[in-house]
């Protein structure tokens, strides 16, 4: 019998097989950590698009409920009211083809309360007498949830100033007819502002006597500031103009 003798085969040893092992584990746990960076800078990219778009939404609902302000005369000459805590005005309803008293009107305040921004909305109403109380109602410590109207945590803040724009100047919404503080025209102009707790507080404003300007304010600029968490540092500036100022106008 013959026996044929095969040729060494050459092959890996224990040693180099670890060796590979040990590359591709490495390997693999590189490339597991690129992957969960990336998963955290996405899901950090769609948290700061999701408060950008909160801020956004916000700030077009405030542009909304202004530009569709419907001065009361009866209720209030100015329109607009800050009495340091809440902002209120009527707007006019949403309903479709339908203006004025006809379609309903609705009352619309804005405050700030334990660090977050709401959006107070009473129902449509159509009557004198259910609007004044609508109009009570918006200024209450608590203000309920009206039936068909809503009350909205719309925004984390940690502070709103308002200043208004009005006799060719920047005044404090809460002067007086007779002594009028005016402000200067500077985006970066301090003026009166409440504090967390409700208080008002200013900086460069002078005090505001008793009472309030009856006169329509032509331009409204609105001041926030968020909290550490928000997507913005800073402060930031908000203007809304009346749709129907005109320069001409005397």
């Given at each position: 019998?013959?026996?044929?003798?095969?040729?060494?085969?050459?092959?890996?040893?224990?040693?180099?097989?670890?060796?590979?092992?040990?590359?591709?584990?490495?390997?693999?746990?590189?490339?597991?950590?690129?992957?969960?960076?990336?998963?955290?800078?996405?899901?950090?990219?769609?948290?700061?698009?999701?408060?950008?778009?909160?801020?956004?939404?916000?700030?077009?609902?405030?542009?909304?409920?202004?530009?569709?302000?419907?001065?009361?005369?009866?209720?209030?000459?100015?329109?607009?009211?800050?009495?340091?805590?809440?902002?209120?005005?009527?707007?006019?309803?949403?309903?479709?083809?339908?203006?004025?008293?006809?379609?309903?009107?609705?009352?619309?305040?804005?405050?700030?309360?334990?660090?977050?921004?709401?959006?107070?909305?009473?129902?449509?109403?159509r009557t004198p007498g259910e609007l004044q109380q609508a109009w009570q109602s918006a200024v209450l410590p608590a203000p309920g949830l009206p039936v068909g109207g809503g009350d909205w945590a719309v925004q984390p803040l940690r502070s709103w100033r308002l200043v208004y724009f009005r006799g060719n100047a920047w005044t404090n919404p809460l002067s007086s007819a007779d002594s009028a503080a005016i402000v200067?025209?500077?985006?970066?102009?301090?003026?009166?502002?409440?504090?967390?707790?409700?208080?008002?507080?200013?900086?460069?404003?002078?005090?505001?006597?008793?009472?309030?300007?009856?006169?329509?304010?032509?331009?409204?600029?609105?001041?926030?500031?968020?909290?550490?968490?928000?997507?913005?540092?800073?402060?930031?500036?908000?203007?809304?103009?009346?749709?129907?100022?005109?320069?001409?106008?005397?």
């Amino acid at each position: 019998m013959t026996f044929r003798r095969h040729p060494n085969t050459p092959g890996f040893t224990l040693i180099e097989v670890l060796v590979a092992l040990s590359l591709l584990a490495l390997l693999a746990g590189m490339g597991w950590q690129g992957i969960s960076g990336l998963l955290r800078a996405r899901e950090h990219t769609q948290t700061r698009i999701d408060a950008v778009a909160r801020v956004q939404t916000t700030l077009a609902q405030w542009h909304a409920d202004l530009d569709a302000l419907q001065i009361v005369p009866t209720l209030d000459p100015a329109g607009v009211r800050w009495d340091g805590r809440v902002l209120r005005w009527v707007r006019r309803s949403v309903q479709a083809g339908q203006v004025g008293m006809e379609g309903g009107l609705q009352v619309v305040a804005w405050r700030l309360e334990d660090g977050v921004w709401h959006r107070w909305l009473s129902a449509p109403v159509r009557t004198p007498g259910e609007l004044q109380q609508a109009w009570q109602s918006a200024v209450l410590p608590a203000p309920g949830l009206p039936v068909g109207g809503g009350d909205w945590a719309v925004q984390p803040l940690r502070s709103w100033r308002l200043v208004y724009f009005r006799g060719n100047a920047w005044t404090n919404p809460l002067s007086s007819a007779d002594s009028a503080a005016i402000v200067s025209s500077s985006p970066g102009a301090k003026v009166s502002s409440p504090s967390p707790t409700g208080q008002t507080s200013s900086s460069n404003v002078a005090a505001a006597p008793a009472g309030q300007v009856n006169t329509p304010p032509d331009a409204i600029r609105l001041v926030i500031e968020f909290g550490p968490s928000a997507p913005f540092a800073g402060p930031l500036t908000v203007d809304w103009l009346r749709p129907d100022w005109s320069v001409a106008r005397p």
